[in-house]
């Protein structure tokens, strides 16, 4: 019944690689996910990082896409020395093994077997794809801590979490031996792998950090939104790579991903700006910008396990739930999450979870197995967003504490005030 459940959902896992008779390559197959990881880079920088960049002051813009690219850079160093074999090369229920450090054993002959028997994609496509993967999720916890944040200190920090958040996650969610994944929880392409996992992250990071210099008391307001929504449209783009190169293969299931992705997107688009008319009187066009990613972020988990009319539900109400987050939850948490990560990430990521569950049924066009009960599949995604929560945040926390000890979060008070760019940076994003 497993199997068939798996093979029914399609849920993303590495399987074992090694097989006695080699497994034939899929030249298109390979092709997409070459294309799916460019896609993803693409979300990266330019994406995230001009989304970011313009969210700040102008004094920091710069501060901002040197710690997103720079961040990104780590994570990928990280992944190919030790990150891929511990996500995904053997191991037990909770972390992999050292086998394939600095991806050793691994040449042009290797494969990873796609989800049709007997064939396979080269298996560096797939270390660069998951790799990216774990470029982006790094990177995003930058938004939380922005314009305040030692560079050292975000360096180390995305050490820390990176070895022991973000790689045992991966494994318990994606490697078939994965706690997580043996017990039937669904995460297509990240939505708790990468989105609540970094938003919880950037949560318990801007609290340690503390807020800015004039939180509450002065106007911090953006400082160029045509350049955040060029990064949201970018990441919009990217976000295909992302959720349809999930599938693995060039098939009707990255079809599915694919126009999942396209309508939930223009459904948090929709329903952000239309909950913001009717609650502040316009429809912003930062608005419409974070129910872009709101939407895309809700239907990461689900892309490939609904149909269209749920990715069209989760899309809307990850617009609204991104809406709640930034507004009413932000206020009453009192964190100066900066870029708000968790209000749109974090929150969005649980929604998406947790309707995943419920619209991957058959009965409501979902691709499950009809054995597949509601509870026992929304008890399991709340296992799983629960385990991410305090993974994690417990991660993040201690990792904060540790950073604090060896380098120092913030930067000088005088530091921030005069911005980041030129103390920090030595440069400036526009001429005086």
């Excluded at 995003?140 to 360096?155: C, D, K, P």
């Excluded at 629960?386 to 930067?411: D, F, Q, Y």
Aim: aromatic share 10%; with cysteine; charged share 10%.
């Amino acid at each position: 019944m497993r199997i068939a459940r798996v093979a029914a959902s399609f849920v993303v896992s590495l399987p074992a690689t090694g097989f006695a008779t080699p497994l034939a390559v899929d030249k298109g197959d390979t092709a997409w996910m070459l294309v799916s990881t460019l896609l993803v880079v693409l979300m990266v920088a330019p994406g995230l990082a001009l989304f970011y960049g313009g969210l700040v002051r102008a004094k920091n813009v710069l501060s901002v896409l040197v710690q997103v690219l720079i961040v990104a850079a780590m994570a990928l160093v990280l992944w190919v020395a030790y990150g891929y074999s511990l996500a995904f090369d053997g191991g037990g229920a909770w972390i992999g093994g050292f086998a394939k450090a600095f991806l050793r054993g691994v040449t042009p002959a290797s494969t990873t077997p796609t989800f049709t028997t007997g064939v396979a994609i080269p298996e560096f496509v797939y270390i660069a794809f998951q790799g990216a993967f774990a470029a982006i999720s790094c990177a995003l916890v930058v938004g939380a801590i922005a314009e305040r944040a030692r560079l050292s200190a975000v360096l180390l920090f995305t050490a820390l979490w990176f070895t022991f958040a973000y790689v045992p996650l991966a494994h318990m969610v994606w490697a078939s031996n994965g706690w997580l994944f043996t017990h039937g929880a669904l995460d297509f392409a990240g939505g708790t792998v990468v989105h609540i996992n970094a938003g919880i992250a950037g949560l318990v990071a801007a609290r340690r950090l503390g807020p800015r210099i004039g939180f509450g008391r002065e106007r911090l307001s953006p400082h160029s939104l045509p350049l955040t929504l060029a990064g949201a449209t970018l990441l919009w783009v990217g976000w295909f790579g992302f959720n349809a190169g999930s599938a693995l293969e060039a098939n009707g299931v990255a079809a599915l991903a694919f126009v999942n992705t396209l309508i939930a997107a223009a459904a948090g688009v929709l329903a952000w700006s239309a909950i913001e008319a009717a609650r502040r009187g316009y429809a912003s066009m930062l608005g419409a910008a974070s129910g872009l990613v709101s939407g895309l972020v809700a239907v990461t988990p689900a892309c490939g396990t609904v149909g269209v009319g749920g990715a069209l539900v989760t899309g809307a109400c990850g617009g609204l739930a991104g809406f709640w987050g930034v507004g009413a939850l932000k206020h009453r948490l009192r964190v100066d999450d900066t870029l708000d990560v968790f209000g749109i990430h974090g929150i969005c990521g649980i929604v998406g979870a947790l309707l995943t569950g419920v619209f991957s049924l058959p009965a409501l066009g979902g691709t499950l197995g009809a054995d597949v009960g509601l509870v026992r599949q929304l008890a399991v995604q709340l296992a799983g967003v629960a385990v991410t929560l305090v993974l994690s945040g417990g991660v993040a926390a201690v990792s904060l504490m540790i950073v604090a000890r060896m380098v120092g979060l913030r930067v000088e008070v005088d530091t921030e005030r005069e911005g980041l760019d030129i103390t920090s940076h030595g440069e400036s994003a526009y001429a005086p």
